[in-house]
């Protein structure tokens, strides 16, 4: 039988996962949550990603709700999906937990570790799935990192930079410091996703270090972070909204190795030894399909995701947190 969902904020995000639901052959689309109407929504899709668009005959006879707690009360879902800013995501998730349902949040989970420590405590008490966004876990890039690490084929990881910027977004505001302040800004929109990466790696480091001039001439509109590790790998995480805003969304990363390096860029992930460049094969479904295929298997067989669960989101967070601190040369 299929699982009930409502999707809630309808933007860039909750269209995207609207239509990994709707692709789903054991989800249904049960409602969606939003201040205006969907479909009108649709004819303003913004992001920094290209993804797969939903059309209006995909919201056919879909009820479009205004707040949560209505659409809970009329839709009886099995999960609700949020992508609603950063802000109200511990209200709704607490929400829908409190209804028995099961949650899948987008990232960043909460800007309080405090409120992410209760999200995920609730959601044990409650016994629903409780699954965070952090969608770089799917893809293949950081599966072959993972048994990189593990396998030691390639000797002791050395040093990683991973880099991740793109134009100050042109919706909702995101150069108003008020934005900032409650969506995290570069270090929780965009650094997490690193963040999140390496801790599954290696876990938490010995030492952050910043460039706390980067603070004090942008804010938390950029970031640039050395993690370092004790006998272990150094990290470097680079992150920013820059100007001008059409500068195109980009992504890289090297990661060195003793006896060899991974490339990853526009053009894929090269392999580099000492004998040769090799481009391995990255080719798989978008992150974002897995992702919610996995929240599906959750919510079917009662069980946690392999990836994204409620204490990777709070970890997360911590994380972000401790770099944030380094960042402003807190002390």
């Known amino acids: 039988m299929s699982k009930r969902i409502v999707i809630v904020g309808f933007g860039f995000m909750g269209q995207t996962h609207t239509f990994n639901v709707c692709a789903h052959p054991e989800l249904e689309l049960a409602g969606v949550v939003s201040l205006e109407d969907p479909v009108e929504y649709l004819k303003n899709a913004a992001g920094n990603l290209v993804v797969d668009h939903v059309t209006p005959e995909m919201l056919a006879g879909v009820p479009h709700f205004l707040d949560l707690p209505s659409a809970l009360e009329a839709t009886r879902p099995d999960a609700v999906v949020i992508a609603t800013p950063t802000r109200c995501h511990y209200e709704q998730a607490m929400q829908a937990i409190a209804a028995g349902c099961g949650v899948f949040l987008e990232k960043p989970m909460c800007l309080e570790t405090a409120k992410c420590r209760e999200l995920v405590a609730a959601a044990k008490a409650k016994g629903v799935v409780l699954m965070v966004g952090l969608c770089q876990r799917y893809t293949r890039e950081f599966t072959y990192l993972r048994e990189a690490v593990q396998s030691g084929e390639y000797g002791r990881p050395v040093y990683f930079r991973f880099s991740r910027y793109c134009g100050v977004p042109g919706w909702g505001h995101w150069t108003d410091p008020k934005v900032t302040a409650t969506s995290g800004g570069a270090m929780f929109d965009l650094a997490i996703h690193d963040a999140d990466l390496v801790q599954a790696l290696f876990g938490l480091p010995t030492e952050i270090q910043a460039a706390t001039f980067l603070w004090e001439r942008m804010g938390q509109l950029a970031l640039d972070v050395c993690w370092r590790y004790k006998d272990g790998p150094v990290i470097r995480l680079d992150a920013g909204f820059l100007q001008p805003k059409t500068l195109p969304f980009h ?9 060899a390096t991974f490339r990853c860029d526009e053009h894929g992930l090269q392999l580099c030894t000492d004998e040769k460049v090799s481009l391995l094969n990255c080719a798989s479904e978008d992150c974002y399909h897995l992702e919610m295929q996995e929240f599906a ?17 709070l970890a997360a967070i911590e994380m972000c947190n401790l770099m944030n601190d380094a960042s402003r040369g807190a002390r």
Do not use: S, W
């Open 251 to 259: 992504r890289d990363f090297t990661a060195i190795f003793e006896k």
């Open 297 to 313: 298997t959750c919510l079917h067989e009662g069980r946690p995701p392999r990836y994204g669960t409620g204490e990777d989101g």
